[in-house]
Each structure stands twice: as structure tokens, then as C-alpha cells.
């Protein structure tokens, strides 16, 4: 895990504070669902032209704050673009499989205290009025069992392509 990830961009090698950087994660989600000015300003001037509404995001989910995390790293590597293969053209970074494993901690640990109040921070963060995660915490325990489950019986380690 890259030092951008953790607080004061000091890496902690116990991981115990990997996605403490929630601030930095938070900024990347803001711009991309309720445009770079929002950044500046308290709301984003409720246009209706927004990622966030256009998408209905009304809350972030494993997948977003690991997306947040991969963009983060792009823009900080010597990488122009994306590759289909999700590797960096001059970085020789797999983004694909940083992404995956980043979404599979975060699914995993989803119910933990730690990772409940990053949520809780970057949603409050882009949506200024999110409590937290508005999904019944036994729905979301399930589900990360359920993947827990699946990741077992899965290769994810496999060259094959998607």
C-alpha cells in the first residue's frame, strides 16, 4: 500500500490506518460526482448536470473509495493513461489488480469501526449530509459474508482476462 493511502502519507506496515488518507479520497470523489467546483465551495450550486445526480450516488460504497484510491495513484505516477489491460504504460503499475484487491479489503473489513468511519467522514465529506451508511448493518454483514464466501472458492489470482 503506497504511503498516499495513510494518514500524514506515513505508511504504517501494521496497515492498521491503510485508507486513513479519507480526506484525500474524499476530494477525488467529490470532484468526479458533484464537479471540481464543489471543492471550493460549500454545495456544488445543486446543478442538476451532476455525476452524482445523474448517477443517483447518494452514498459511497467499497468500489468508489477503491476506485479513489487507483485514481490517486495514477495521477501521482509518470502514467499518461489507462490501458485495457489496467496496466501503467511507464509505471508498469497493475491498476486493474490494485483496484480489486483495495475493493476486496474494504468489502471485507465494511463493518469494522475503522472502515465504518472513513465512510462515514468521505460521505459526509461529498454529500455534507450523510450519517453513514443508510443500508441495514445485517443486510451489509451478509453481503460481506457472502463475498467472503465466493472470494474463497475463486481463483482471484488468475492471468485470465475478465
Aim: glycine residues 6%; without cysteine; charged residues 20%.
Amino acid at each position: 500500500f503506497p504511503p498516499i493511502l495513510f494518514p500524514g502519507l506515513k505508511e504504517d506496515m501494521s496497515l492498521k490506518t491503510v485508507f486513513g488518507n479519507w480526506e484525500l479520497l474524499a476530494q477525488v470523489l467529490k470532484a468526479s460526482l458533484r464537479g471540481v467546483t464543489s471543492l471550493h465551495h460549500r454545495s456544488s450550486g445543486g446543478s442538476v448536470h451532476t455525476n452524482a445526480l445523474k448517477w443517483s450516488v447518494h452514498q459511497i460504497m467499497p468500489g468508489a473509495i477503491a476506485w479513489a484510491a487507483v485514481i490517486a495513484i495514477f495521477l501521482l505516477s509518470p502514467d499518461t493513461e489507462f490501458s485495457s489491460l489496467g496496466l501503467g504504460k511507464k509505471s508498469n503499475i497493475n491498476y486493474k489488480t490494485l483496484f480489486y484487491n483495495y475493493k476486496k479489503v474494504l468489502v471485507s473489513k465494511w463493518t469494522t469501526r475503522r472502515v465504518t468511519l472513513i465512510v462515514a467522514n468521505i460521505n459526509n465529506y461529498v454529500f455534507e449530509a450523510a450519517k453513514g451508511p443508510s443500508v441495514d448493518p445485517s443486510a451489509e454483514q451478509d453481503h460481506a459474508s457472502a463475498i467472503n464466501r465466493a472470494l474463497a472458492v475463486l481463483d482471484m489470482d488468475s492471468s485470465e482476462s475478465d
